[in-house]
């Protein structure tokens, strides 16, 4: 059982320790969900989050706020037990993050069906020739007669192929670079939208390449204002970026509980490996990064919780840190495990392979030190 004694932390409400308790019992009974085929897989977890009431997390009503330390609980606690179930709970949120935070009432139409669990969300900001730099966004949203024509290409969109609605970023050009972009609702049956390559990938999940060939959407599409769309993607990002930093906390936590259970293990020739103060010192180092990355996550998901209009820096901090520290972790735990953490299958294995995207997706390790530099350059 991994260390809970951080919901003891001033982070925290009696809620949140209801939420916890209640998401551990649903997880130990419910999950890990056979992987083989990972779009009946989200699909099904998605029906079963919604079910059992804990995607109602990752969106908001018009008259309250997200709770960030809400969704960072659920995403640590789910990450720890099932990556999979991690990715199906964290889209909801992510692709649904500009309708919940800048959306219509009519556009909030959706948000009833993604939180409970009847329609699949997805972000679509990624294209081809701009990942990290989305000012440089080329997908074209064009006007047209009642509405707009968006054409172009969007790549590594998670739940690409399993949605029913893409969050989608084009250029409608109200000015050069990041002051022209636009967000868009699009629904999957969208005529001109098509899955143009479904991408494998280490820890797989449903992954996309989207062709936009003169889909058409309607003026009530548009999320915000013309010209919005980057200021729109940025804060969207803002609140899930803690949110991916808590995903691999509880990853992170699953490699020391892995690393400890085996450590303790007793050996042919007597004693455990955990008798050797060289690998107290690797279990030492693994606790310090899990707590040390626990506190950036819920500090920035409490900052936001308690009303700052922006922690993007406190974002940046979390996400960086808690995935690269993740990485060094499951990495140590892998290591304790000899042979046995390279044999496919084993949860060590599985986790090395689940941590990587989480230092590239939604901002890789580079671009959180750019902002965080900024930041502190003032
Ligand atoms: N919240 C609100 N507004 C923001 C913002 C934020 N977090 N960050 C920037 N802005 C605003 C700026 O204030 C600026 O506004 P003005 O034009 O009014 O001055 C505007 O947006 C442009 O900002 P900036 O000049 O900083 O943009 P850059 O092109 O330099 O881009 C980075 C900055 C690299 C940080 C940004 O492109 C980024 O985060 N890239 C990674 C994208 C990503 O996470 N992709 C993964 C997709 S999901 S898998």
Partial sequence: ?????????????????????????????????????????????????????????????????????SLCLIRETLARHDALADF??????????????????????????????????????????????????????????????????????????????YLIFARTGEAPGARGLSAFLMPADSAGLTIAERIEVIAPHPLARLKLDGVMLPDAALIGRPGEGFKIAMSVLDVFRPTVGAAALGMARRGLDEALARVRRPRAGGGTLADHQIVQGHLADMAVRVDAAAL????????????????????????????EAAQEVIDTALQLHGGDGVRHGSAVEALYRDIRALRIYEGASDVQRVVIARSVLG
């Avoid at 079963?48 to 990752?58: M, P």
């Avoid at 009833?112 to 989305?134: C, N, Q, W, Y």
């Avoid at 919780?305 to 995935?323: C, N, V």
């Fill in 1 to 69: 059982m991994a260390d809970r004694s951080f919901l003891d932390w001033p982070f925290f409400e009696p809620r949140h320790r209801e939420l916890s308790a209640a998401l551990e019992a649903w997880c130990a009974v419910h999950l890990p969900v056979d992987h083989g085929d990972v779009d009946a897989a989200c699909k099904a977890l998605v029906a079963a989050l919604g079910q059992a009431g804990f995607l109602r997390h990752s969106g908001a009503d018009a008259d309250e706020a997200l709770d960030v330390r």
């Fill in 88 to 165: 199906a709970f964290a889209m909801q949120g992510l692709g649904m993050g500009a309708v919940t935070l800048f959306g219509s009432e009519a556009q909030r139409a959706w948000l009833e069906k993604t939180r409970s669990g009847r329609a699949i969300a997805a972000f679509a900001l990624t294209e081809p020739g701009a990942g990290s730099d989305v000012a440089n966004t080329a997908t074209l949203a064009e006007r047209a007669p009642g509405g707009w024509r968006l054409s172009g290409e969007k790549t590594y969109i998670s739940n690409g192929g399993i949605a029913d609605l």
């Fill in 296 to 323: 950036l996550v819920y500090r920035a998901a409490w900052t936001k919780d308690m009303g700052a209009p922006r922690i993007t820096r406190e974002a940046a901090m979390a996400k960086l840190y808690a995935t």
